[in-house]
């Protein structure tokens, strides 16, 4: 998802990019956000806006970077902002032959550290896969070790009620905004997440955006339409 030259000359992810999918009858809406410590401040603002967490993680170097503090910082966005579904990823399995070894040793060390954050309460998956050659991404792969499904099919078993969302006090995260030219600047186009509670043009209620205070009030509301590619 990397799509500027400099997050593709330097490896890194810098900032938020999404892209959407349809698969099975369902549209996925996938969030890039940076792993590295320098662009964390983006990390934060991506994970406020999703509803399952995908945790990247190098099976050659994991190890390095859970003691150096990086994985155990995004786990800590993660747990913030009460993400309860959490797909653990790991990657390049092909380097080190699809051992099952590694593969139990990464399970291992990051269930004993979920759970000493209690984090246990949560619905976690661990899945091998190999992104470079998408092997276990869409389709599953042949192990006689893993007996789990692959990337995409784990996403699309997670079931997410989100009918205890509606009884909670109106909350919104902005993802973007932009101007409407008709009003002379006195409209916008919010795009948001609704983390709680129920958004309608009927009530006329007026809501207030944070930290400024600025009163604003819903005048429509629209749902974003993805065709299949």
């Known amino acids: 998802l990397d799509e500027i030259s400099e997050e593709r000359s330097r490896g890194v992810t810098i900032d938020i990019n999404e892209k959407s999918i349809i698969f099975k009858n369902k549209i996925f809406t996938f969030i890039d956000t940076p792993g590295h410590t320098d662009f964390f401040y983006n990390a934060i603002r991506g994970a406020s806006q999703i509803d399952t967490a995908v945790l990247l993680l190098d099976a050659q170097k994991y190890e390095s970077d859970f003691y150096a503090g990086n994985t155990k910082q995004l786990i800590s966005i993660i747990k913030g902002n009460e993400i309860k579904n959490i797909l653990v990823c790991i990657n390049k399995m092909d380097k080190v032959n699809w051992e099952e070894s590694i593969y139990l040793s990464i399970k291992t060390l990051f269930s004993n550290y979920f759970n000493s954050i209690h984090m246990n309460n949560c619905f976690i998956k661990y899945i091998p896969i190999s992104a470079f050659n998408g092997e276990n991404i869409k389709e599953s792969i042949s192990l006689s070790w893993y007996k789990g499904t692959s990337f995409i099919e ?21 993802k973007n ?28 209620d007026t809501l207030r955006i944070m930290p400024s205070e600025l009163a604003i009030e819903i005048k429509n509301i629209f749902k974003l339409a993805f065709s299949k590619p």
């Open 177 to 204: 905004s932009a101007k409407i030219q008709k009003f002379k600047n006195k409209g916008f186009n919010l795009s948001v997440k609704i983390e709680g509670g129920v958004l309608s043009t009927f009530t006329k």
């Open 154 to 174: 784990e996403l699309v078993n997670i079931k997410i009620d989100y009918s205890e969302y509606e009884t909670k006090p109106l909350r919104l995260t902005i």
